[in-house]
Every structure is written in structure tokens, then in C-alpha cells.
């Protein structure tokens, strides 16, 4: 039985300890040590990924998945609960992503073990720096994991969803040079590198290309001051598609952009591409799918097979011949202000997962 008062406290304790991207020194230490109350055998690699694991049980190693970093800048989290639904206070987002699936797979855990319940043996991983790539995923010795089949509880949408297929993506830092001049004097002898990356930027797609294909700037940066023709502009972007053909067409299409705008106006571009990820697509009947779907009917909840848009670590294990299904906890408008989650989605997620569990 999951206890919600205690699934919720834990849920408000792990949101008030700040950890985004690059500094989750704390929430790691803070997971090492309630998995090490739950009786796991926990280490934590390298890279600040910690992975427990619960040996005895029968059958095959199962994987529990989430990760502890949080998306943006964001500390000093404040929660609060409006009507059964917990949501910051407004000033920052709540780290319900995925903070949300740490604190259900500890419930989950804790409420085995105290009913004696038969379970598989369990391998938590929970990463480091998700968000940016899936970073800690990629970094972590996938070889010394166990599990061959899992759930990253790293989904929005109803219970029931269960993420089939994910994109792959490609990053992109590229640097525009231009020339240095002074702007009120000889604004002719300089090359704006702010011009060019402007007219690279509004030349190429961006947004939603098509139903699995999108593609954003997310960062500029450059200049100095206002009477400095500026030399050097440095930007970040992506492109994601679950198709890897159309990835690489809108890939080229973004280079090229940067590249006629540099040539047009005598800059130059340097440009730095690397996939972060690679798209991976589950059928039905595949095991940890079909599961999933059995499970959810069973609690009553209408199974969705959901295409995301959005990559999760299940990528990376499916790289590494790891199967997982991404299974929602409910949480909604993640990344933004306005970002919460219902206590009862938590719970019926947590219900959802024992029966996973359960079922081995």
C-alpha cells in the first residue's frame, strides 16, 4: 500500500534541495543515504550518477530510472499545495522533473519491503545532468549495470502513458566571427557578427518542422558595447527527429544557413555538431510495453502509447540494449512557473509501478 503522506513529504523535501544542472552534489548525497535506510547497496560513480541496488529477489534484474537534476538556473524551490495539488510558489519551477520519479521509486521501495512483498531484483539508477543531452546517462559505465529491461519515470500526461519512441537530437555550438571597428566612426571596416548570426538564425527552420522534427536556438551571446562593431558571437541550438533522415536534413539546413549569412557579409563560422542522443522506437508487444500497458488496465487507467518529442535516459539504455518504457507521473508543464503535479497522479503512479514490479 503506498503511503501518500509520506510519498508527498518526500517529494517536498527533495524539491527544497537545489540541484540544477552541475551541482547536485547535495541530492546525490541525499539519495545515497535513503537508499542506504532502504537496505540498498549503493555507490555513486564518477560523474555523480548514484545506482542502488536490492539483489535478492527472483527472476531477472529490473530497472528503476529517474534523475535528479533540474532544469534552468532555479534554487530556492518553495512548495506548495493548492486543493491536492503541489506547485512552487510561483518565482521558480518545481522540480517535479523529474524529482517526481525520485521520490516514487523510493516510495515505491519503502512500501514493498514493509508488506514482504515478492519483487525481482531492483537496480535504482538515478543520473546526473539529464538535462543538458543526457549527460550523466552517457557518462555512466553502462556495462556494470545489471538490468536489461526497466521504467524511467520521466513522463507527463495521464497515468497510463507509457513514451514508445523518442527522437534522436543533434547539438550545435557554433561561433561567428566577424571584424572588430568602432560603430560611430568607420562602422564600414567592421563585419557584425551580430548581423550575421540574426539573418542565420531568421533564414533557417526552426520550431516545429513537421509531426516528429524540431529545431530551436536556444542561446546567443556576443558583443561588448554598443559603439563596438562586434567580432564574435557564440550560439546554441538543436535539431531532434525520430526520423534520423529528416535529422540530418534539418542539421544541414541549419549549418548551411550560418555558413551563406558568414559568406554574404565576409565573417566566418566555426561549428561544432554532436549527437547527443540516438532515437530508439518500442512496439507493443514488446516486454516492458506490453507490461506497462497490462499493469495500467489492471488499476483502471487507460494505457496511451505516446511518441515524444522530448528525449529521457531510456535513450541511452536502449543504446545500450537496456529496454525501457518512460511511464508519466503525472507532472505537468514542466520547465516553466506554472509547472505542478497532483498528489493523487503521484500516488497512482506509485501504484503503477509496484504492480510493475510485482509483476517481475
Excluded at 80 to 89: A, H, L
Excluded at 114 to 123: N, R, T, V
Excluded at 143 to 161: C, E, F, H, M, Q
Excluded at 218 to 230: D, F, L, M, R
Aim: some cysteine; aromatic content about 4%; overall charge negative.
Amino acid at each position: 500500500m503506498i503511503n501518500e503522506s509520506r510519498l508527498v513529504q518526500t517529494f517536498l523535501e527533495l524539491v527544497a534541495i537545489d540541484s540544477p544542472v552541475g551541482h547536485e552534489e547535495a541530492m546525490g548525497a541525499e539519495l545515497m543515504a535513503r537508499f542506504a535506510a532502504l537496505d540498498g547497496q549503493v555507490v555513486r560513480d564518477e560523474h555523480g550518477n548514484v545506482i542502488a541496488r536490492w539483489p535478492n529477489g527472483q527472476g531477472d534484474w529490473l530497472m528503476l530510472s529517474a534523475h535528479m537534476d533540474t532544469a534552468g538556473a532555479d534554487v530556492g524551490i518553495k512548495p506548495r499545495i493548492r486543493d491536492g495539488v503541489i506547485y512552487s510558489d510561483g518565482a521558480t519551477i518545481l522540480g517535479g522533473d523529474d524529482k517526481s520519479g525520485v521520490a516514487i521509486i523510493l516510495e515505491t521501495i519503502r512500501s514493498l519491503q514493509e508488506q514482504g512483498l515478492a519483487h525481482p531484483p531492483l537496480e535504482a539508477v538515478i543520473s546526473v545532468s539529464e538535462e543538458v543531452g543526457l549527460h550523466g546517462a552517457r557518462l555512466l559505465d553502462k556495462s556494470k549495470l545489471r538490468a536489461r529491461r526497466g521504467y524511467v519515470l520521466d513522463a507527463g500526461g495521464p497515468i497510463g502513458t507509457i513514451v514508445n519512441s523518442a527522437p534522436s537530437q543533434d547539438a550545435l555550438r557554433v561561433t561567428v566571427f566577424g571584424k572588430k571597428a568602432h560603430a560611430g566612426s568607420e562602422p564600414e571596416r567592421g563585419v557584425n557578427a551580430i548581423r550575421i548570426a540574426s539573418e542565420a538564425i531568421a533564414a533557417m527552420p526552426l520550431g516545429r518542422i513537421d509531426f516528429e522534427t524540431t529545431a530551436n536556438i536556444g542561446v546567443i551571446e556576443g558583443g561588448t558595447a554598443t559603439n563596438i562593431v562586434p567580432d564574435e558571437v557564440r550560439i546554441r541550438g538543436e535539431a531532434r527527429s525520430r526520423n534520423n533522415d529528416k535529422l540530418a536534413a534539418q542539421t544541414v539546413a541549419m549549418v548551411a544557413a550560418f555558413q551563406d549569412a558568414a559568406e554574404r557579409h565576409g565573417g566566418r563560422v566555426e561549428m561544432k555538431l554532436q549527437r547527443s542522443y540516438n532515437a530508439y522506437k518500442l512496439a507493443e508487444d514488446a516486454p516492458v510495453i506490453a507490461a506497462a500497458m497490462a499493469a495500467a488496465r489492471k488499476l483502471g487507467f487507460e494505457p496511451i502509447l505516446h511518441a515524444s518529442g522530448g528525449g529521457a535516459d531510456a535513450n541511452i539504455f536502449a543504446e545500450a540494449g537496456i529496454q525501457c518504457a518512460v511511464i508519466s507521473t503525472g507532472m505537468a508543464e514542466v520547465h516553466t512557473p506554472q509547472e505542478h503535479i497532483a498528489i493523487a497522479d503521484m500516488v497512482n503512479s506509485a501504484r503503477w509501478l509496484a504492480e510493475l514490479i510485482a509483476r517481475g
